[in-house]
């Protein structure tokens, strides 16, 4: 008991060594100016050196290492990947204390003599299988690196980001060309050196760099320029087909068409196409963060299967960065954020970059309808729907968003996605159902993202402030038509706007094209709708639904599949049994593996092969209307 008692002391009197007092964040500017020299020389063995300089004053401080990214909707900065840092002042190397409390702020006292800090360390990107979130995805290969500048800087605690200014200067590879949304003030070979900026713009705009790039104008006739930069494992993987351009250029114009207005002086498509990084979107105001499989442009599967994410990306530079939920906005990186309202920052997004996708010609309406019937498939078997509500999935994304991939048909996922495009369907066939067809959810996109043309300053919302736009739209009680949906528990789905749009859900034994080219790239099998369970090309189960046959019969996640009735697994000879099944009494029999365990598992199921369609219902084709391009 003394032992423990002696050992607290110490350890509170070697955290009294420097003041562990945070100081709140005041919208004042902070005196001098940051820089920072990122050197990726070495961005092909995964190290980006950093070297930053802060000016201070004497005394105690606390620096910040960004935790919270606008866009990754939980407190995912990669401190850990931070190492070797030291701190020196007038060349003298000073002591730091991380805060026990939170592992992304550090305390130091800067001497008497010292008016400035120099910051020496390494960010040390994960290698391929490491890496789970955003912030720590595998980022460089020997021929390419992706980098968010959060990575790889520290600010002073006490001001609102936007406040702090810094000069940042990257170093890369020999012959390697960028791409940034960062305005260049001088290059000297491979060395660039950048305006100055605030804080808050830095972290905001991304960088990405290769040997094979190719960059291509998006706005060729004019008015605000947009490009699209691409880095690859190969030169080929960089080419677009003059189509594939044509399409691009129709996104960027359709979607202003759409909104009627836009937030950026300049806007930059980064797009990694790389089968040794990670593969995911991340919005920026000017700029966001691609990442794709390397076929993208090579391949019509993987084309069809990932037209939609630069879409998405680029409706965020309205929705989620010129407008923001209040609650998202915050002062500096290090403040939590509330997640509340993801249900418009991303389904609304999610919703719109499908339409967006369709009328720019990279979908055709039949493709389209194919990703809305295996969303509404999906949502519809969402058995923990019966426990927990849309709205949860949006408050809790910090979970959503990292936690486990078991089970999550029960535990639900961030559905606030897919089921916010069917939540926002909802909204719009409605509004054109109430106005006989005067008005659409395109309404609503004008009068709430359109206003201030050219301005770049965040303008925050709340749930009121949806409601008030929909009803200069239309009036009509969207409160209670929203609340009815978000806050649903039950077995049912809730949102109606597939079958207010002219079509219905039905299914049948032919998966539709785009189930077609998903197995055909992932090699596995989804049958979450009849059997109930989504098995890998290698028999590992992945999901398993609760309360379906399979589930019934007693597998889980996690299992392996061995044999089909008698024979060797394979994802046809799972298929054919399902088939074969349906006119037999005889359940299907499985050899499993748990670990090193083996048994048969019987699962009587006789409902053949189902996989989801939308066919043509009564009333007007509202979802071909929705997705039929625009002109001004």
Known sequence: MAACSLSATAAAQSQAAFSSEVPEPADQPYSGMLTVNVDLTDAGKRIFRSHETIPVKPGALTLFYPKWIPGEHAASGPVSNVSGLIIRANGKQLPWRRDLRDMYTIHLDVPQDANQLDLEFQFLSPGEGEGSNFGASVSSSPDLVDMEFNQVAFYPAGYYTRQIQIQPTVQLPQGWKFGSSLEVDSQSGSTIRFKPLSFNNFVDSPLIAGANFNRVDLTPSGGAPVYLNVVGDAAKDVKLTDKQLDQQRKVVAQTNFLFGGHHYSHYDFLLTLSDHTGHFGLEHHQASDDRLPANFFTDDDMHLLAASLMPHEFVHSWNGKFRRPADLWTPNFNVPMQDDLL??????????????????????????????????????????RAWRPLQDTADAAPLTYYGSQSWINWIRDTDFYPEGQLLWLDVDTKIRELSGGKHSLDDFAHAFYGMDNGSYVTKTYTFDDVISTLNQVQPFDWAKFLRDRLDYTGAELPEQGIERGGWKLVFNDTPNAEEKASEGINHGANLAYSIGLIVSQKGSIRDVQWNGPAFKAGLVPGLTVVAVNGRDFSGDALKDAITAAKSSQAPIELLVKNVDVYSTVKVDYHGGLRYPHLVRADGKDLIGAIVAPRAK
Do not use: F, H, K
């Open 343 to 384: 249900w418009v920052y991303e389904g609304l997004t999610d919703y719109w970059c499908g339409v967006l996708t369709a009328r720019a010609g990279l979908w055709s309406p039949e493709q389209y309808r194919d990703s809305m019937a295996n969303i509404a498939g999906e949502m519809t078997y969402r058995t923990g």
